[in-house]
C-alpha cells in the first residue's frame, strides 16, 4: 500500500532555498528601475525606490529622490535587511548542508526576524511619504514593489522554521524512524 512521510533531510537542502529565493527577490525590488509605483495609466509618472519620473511621450525628465530623508531610509533599510540576509544563508548554508550544527538556526531565524521587521518597516515608510510629498492623482504598486514584500513574507516563513528546527534533531541527521501520515493496512 501507499504510505505518505514527511521527509525531514529535505529540509536541510529547502530551507537555506527559500533564502536564497528571498536574496533574489529582495535583489530585483532593490535594483529595479522601472519603478515601485507608477501612475494609473503607466505614461506619465513612476517612481522607484531611488529616483521618481515624469514624462510625456518617451521625454523623461528623472530626479533622484535620495535628496528626501525618508527616501534614503528605505533604501538604507532595504539594504540592510539584504545583507543581514545574505550573511543568514551563508551560516544557513554552512550549519544544514555542509554539516549538521543545529545551534545555530535559532541565531537565523532571529536575523530573519530582524530582517523582517526592516523591510516593513522600510515597506511602509515608502507608499506613505510618496503620497504626502509627490502623490498627484491614482497609482498603483508594480510587480518590483510586491517582490519587496515577497522577500518579507519568505523571511517570515524562514524565521518560523529556523526557530522549530532544532526541535527535529534526529529527523534531520536520519537517525529517526519516519513517521506516517497514512499508516499501511
Known amino acids: 500500500m501507499f504510505r505518505c512521510g514527511i521527509a525531514y533531510p529535505r529540509c536541510r537542502w529547502i530551507v537555506p532555498l527559500l533564502l536564497l529565493f528571498a536574496i533574489i527577490f529582495d535583489i530585483i525590488a532593490i535594483a529595479a528601475t522601472s519603478g515601485w509605483i507608477e501612475d494609473e495609466e503607466g505614461k506619465s509618472h513612476y517612481s522607484s525606490m531611488w529616483e521618481q519620473c515624469r514624462g510625456i511621450n518617451g521625454n523623461w525628465d528623472c530626479k533622484t529622490l535620495m535628496e528626501y530623508p525618508w527616501a534614503q531610509a528605505?533604501?538604507?533599510?532595504?539594504?540592510i535587511g539584504l545583507l543581514i540576509?545574505?550573511?543568514a544563508f551563508i551560516i544557513a548554508c554552512v550549519g544544514l548542508c555542509c554539516s549538521l550544527n543545529l545551534t545555530l538556526m535559532p541565531l537565523i531565524g532571529v536575523m530573519c526576524i530582524i530582517v523582517v521587521v526592516l523591510q516593513i518597516i522600510a515597506l511602509i515608510i515608502y507608499p506613505v511619504k510618496f503620497n504626502e510629498g509627490l502623490f498627484e492623482g491614482h497609482y498603483y504598486y508594480t510587480w518590483a514593489y510586491?517582490?519587496?514584500?515577497?522577500?518579507?513574507?519568505?523571511?517570515?516563513?524562514?524565521?518560523?522554521?529556523?526557530?522549530?528546527?532544532?526541535?527535529?534533531?534526529d529527523e534531520l541527521s536520519g537517525l529517526a524512524k519516519t513517521k506516517y501520515l497514512y499508516p499501511s493496512a
Open 146 to 169: 510586491g517582490f519587496g514584500w515577497g522577500a518579507t513574507i519568505l523571511c517570515i516563513g524562514c524565521a518560523v522554521l529556523f526557530c522549530c528546527l532544532p526541535r527535529y534533531e
Open 74 to 79: 528605505v533604501a538604507a533599510l532595504m539594504i
Open 85 to 87: 540576509l545574505i550573511v
